[in-house]
């Protein structure tokens, strides 16, 4: 005890500016649980309670957020739920200081890593919805932080596949990941089996348990799905998502679809039609006309076979239309999209908004008074409320800024790479060469591909969507943090 008392102060001299941050990070929090209790709702958030309560795979979303639900349900409070979210949010600053720090990463871009994570006010925001983005920005945060490790061993890779299962079957845009992360150990463990008589073996050492850890779970999970509504999958959702995502540009005159598929048709142009997700969940909607639930595998089937035919015979349209998705997280504003009411609940609202509309949310409703014990009213409280409403107006990070944060790596390196071009002597220039393509600047290659994934899935399976640019920006953080690495020295 003696020696923490001595070392306490050093070491908070040392970390001060990250302990600021954290520390108004943690205010900001506090003051938006006592401006808006107990939570924030957000459409999906009925159907995620509906699952916690009544556990069942569900046809849009995996049920991982529900279970992390159900682990708090016990104390019926959504007022602790969201405070758990926000020390995960708060963890998650912790990991991406660490990670820099003990990755050769200098001290301040360290704390500026952590800045838009711990002070952006749209990221509290999202905290505060009864949401999975926050666990699962944490889940994918800490699996890049634990593939940074170094060395990796078979047990630290089955961790990694765990916590990437998790990820998965929380949102299942973490599905790709895994095949990601596959090949940063395949390289790692290829690398680490230079010279050595057996690669084959070293190899496999790493990415065995890794892959059994990550799928397994994965493949529980679709068996758990196959018994319940005999479908394959995760959730019977995708050809339904795909289907609307090509409704913004597809065009039946040079499609020519068959007859069963034309009734899908929607003969506006494509300047006049609607966001993609009014094609799922407007009850004039094409396929929400049809017979039955949206969801059946009849109509995701029929879905999935109408976009198919869409990108096949519109290729460049379709490229075109997910780069314009794309190109949504880079703008410098803020423009409403994809419509008002969605718009609207990413912002921290100045009344109590209305009760739900939608059937499924208010059936969700009546669980989500079960699980809280009593009334879900929304009680906004001032002037905590009011603060945090100013302090949205000025304190976000554009989407132009994140995109600076992407392209700083590989200028980074390339930066780094003429500089050892130009001065080395040939010699040693060929031996640099050699190895610079490895791991000297994959410190920074492992977040930055994790970034770019979780950006480009979404504009091409379904539409952008501001919460599913949030879990990028702690990686995007990560990579131009580590990629800043030693470049004053080398240049």
Not at 76 to 83: D, P, R
Not at 155 to 162: K, T
Not at 348 to 366: D, Q, S, Y
Not at 396 to 421: D, I, K, N
């Amino acid at each position: 005890m003696a020696w923490a008392r001595a070392e306490l102060p050093g070491w908070a001299r040392r970390h001060r500016w990250f302990l600021v941050v954290f520390g108004l990070g943690a205010l900001l929090r506090l003051v938006t649980a006592l401006g808006y209790r107990p939570a924030l709702w957000f459409p999906d958030s009925y159907t995620y309670v509906v699952t916690a309560m009544r556990p069942r795979p569900d046809l849009v979303r995996p049920a991982g957020y529900s279970m992390f639900l159900r682990l708090l349900e016990a104390f019926h409070s959504f007022a602790l739920v969201v405070t758990v979210q926000h020390v995960l949010g708060l963890l998650v600053g912790v990991m991406l200081y660490v990670t820099v720090l003990r990755r050769g990463g200098p001290s301040w871009a360290a704390v500026l890593a952590c800045v838009p994570v711990l002070l952006d006010a749209y990221q509290i925001e999202l905290e505060h919805l009864l949401v999975s983005d926050s666990l699962f920005t944490f889940l994918v945060v800490g699996a890049v932080c634990l593939a940074m490790r170094r060395p990796q061993t078979p047990r630290s890779g089955a961790a990694l596949g765990l916590v990437l299962a998790a990820a998965t079957l929380t949102r299942t845009v973490g599905l790709p990941l895994i095949a990601v992360f596959a090949l940063v150990l395949l390289a790692y463990g290829v690398r680490g089996a230079s010279g050595a008589g057996r690669p084959g073996r070293a190899v496999a050492r790493l990415t065995v348990p890794f892959l059994v850890a990550a799928l397994l779970p994965v493949a529980g999970y679709a068996g758990w799905f196959y018994a319940t509504y005999q479908r394959v999958g995760l959730v019977g959702s995708n050809g339904v998502f795909l289907y609307a995502r090509t409704m913004a540009f597809a065009d039946c005159s040079v499609m020519k679809p068959p007859a069963d598929l034309a009734v899908l048709c929607d003969s506006r142009p494509p300047a006049s039609r609607p966001a993609s997700q009014e094609y799922i969940w407007n009850p004039e909607a094409p396929l929400v006309r049809l017979p039955g639930i949206t969801f059946t595998k009849e109509t995701d089937t029929l879905a999935g076979r109408f976009a198919s035919l869409a990108i096949r015979s519109q290729p460049l349209d379709y490229l075109r239309g997910t780069l314009t998705e794309l190109g949504r997280s880079f703008t410098l504003g803020r423009p409403v999209y994809p419509d008002a009411e969605t718009y609207g609940y990413y912002e921290f609202p100045e009344t109590v908004p209305p009760p739900p509309g939608r059937n499924p949310a208010v059936v969700g409703k009546e669980f989500a008074q079960r699980y809280e014990g009593g009334p879900i009213t929304l009680r906004i409280s001032e002037p905590f409320a009011g603060l945090m409403r100013a302090y949205q107006d000025v304190a976000r990070l554009p989407g132009t800024a994140l995109l600076v944060l992407l392209l700083a790596p590989p200028a980074a390196w390339l930066v780094r790479a003429r500089s050892a071009r130009t001065r080395r002597p040939p010699a040693r220039r060929a031996r640099s060469n050699r190895g610079s393509s490895n791991w000297a600047h994959s410190n920074w290659g492992i977040a930055w591909a994790t970034a770019w994934a979780l950006l480009l899935v979404p504009p091409a399976t379904a539409q952008f969507d501001y919460r599913y640019v949030l879990p990028v920006v702690p990686l995007a953080c990560l990579a131009a943090a580590l990629s800043v690495r030693g470049l004053r020295r080398r240049t």
